[in-house]
């Protein structure tokens, strides 16, 4: 089971910008295809964001594109989503998640089977 830890959450104006990071343990990152969500107070997870294993598909749900970006260093064993023109609405936990199944099955039904803890993101107006 691979270890994920988040950082680079905190506050920030609306209009700003975060990077979240997610560091994986082990030496098998290459193998996970990985994503992020979100979610916020009182409302259930939403999917934000997923990358295949090499890093060569990304998707996105579509009220995001063109203001986050998920990308990956395999040899840094770690994830990020960058996030542009923060609104406060994008106030939320984010959680970075993998699979090892099947990159393109988890790109396509969002089911990640590893959690991290979250890292809170919240945007000032």
């Known amino acids: 089971q691979v270890q994920l830890v988040e950082s680079g959450g905190g506050l920030v104006q609306a209009g700003g910008s975060l990077r979240l990071s997610c560091a994986a343990s082990?030496?098998?990152?290459?193998?996970?295809?990985m994503g992020w969500f979100r979610q916020a107070p009182g409302k259930e997870r939403e999917f934000v964001a997923a990358?295949?294993?090499?890093?060569?598909?990304?998707v996105y749900v579509d009220s995001l594109k063109g203001r986050f970006t998920i990308s990956r260093d395999n040899a840094k064993n770690t994830v990020y989503l960058q996030m542009n023109s923060l609104k406060p609405e994008d106030t939320a936990v984010y959680y970075c998640?993998?699979?090892?199944?099947?990159?393109?099955?988890?790109?396509?039904?969002?089911?990640?089977?590893?959690w991290g803890q979250g890292t809170q993101v919240t945007v000032s107006s």
């Open positions: 998640a993998a699979d090892d199944l099947n990159s393109d099955y988890a790109l396509r039904t969002k089911i990640f089977s590893s």
């Open positions: 082990g030496r098998t990152f290459r193998k996970y295809a």
């Open positions: 990358i295949s294993r090499s890093g060569g598909s990304t």
